[in-house]
């Protein structure tokens, strides 16, 4: 069983910078992968960003650029948004995969508005 809490989000103006963590705890080894998931309000929860350690990252087209995505040996998973803008706005949830197995955090509120 793994448990995921996410922290760092928050209300802040359009062009300015957040940065997510999500801690990880319980089995967390063999975590394999760990992505940031978002859902704006009345739509659909959305990729953001993906991190398969020592392998590779992605990052949606909509936030290239702009996000990153890392972490400590998969203890805590970080997500670095810079230049944020008003549809970044919505839920921020952490993902891992493990085994056969995937995890959700309950999420962080991210909010840009002026």
């Known amino acids: 069983q793994v448990t995921l809490v996410e922290s760092g989000g928050g209300l802040v103006q359009p062009g300015e910078s957040l940065r997510l963590s999500c801690v990880a705890s319980?089995?967390?080894?063999?975590?394999?992968?760990a992505a940031w998931y978002r859902q704006a309000p009345g739509k659909q929860r959305e990729l953001v960003a993906r991190?398969?350690?020592?392998?590779?990252t992605e990052v949606a087209d909509s936030v290239k650029g702009r996000f990153t995505v890392g972490s400590d040996d998969m203890k805590t998973i970080y997500l670095q948004m810079h230049s944020l803008k008003p549809e970044d706005t919505g839920v921020y949830y952490c993902?891992?995969?493990?085994?056969?197995?995937?995890?959700w955090g309950k999420g962080v509120q991210v909010t840009v508005s002026p």
């Open positions: 993902n891992a995969d493990r085994f056969e197995h995937s995890y």
């Open positions: 319980g089995s967390i080894f063999a975590i394999y992968a």
């Open positions: 991190i398969v350690p020592r392998v590779r």
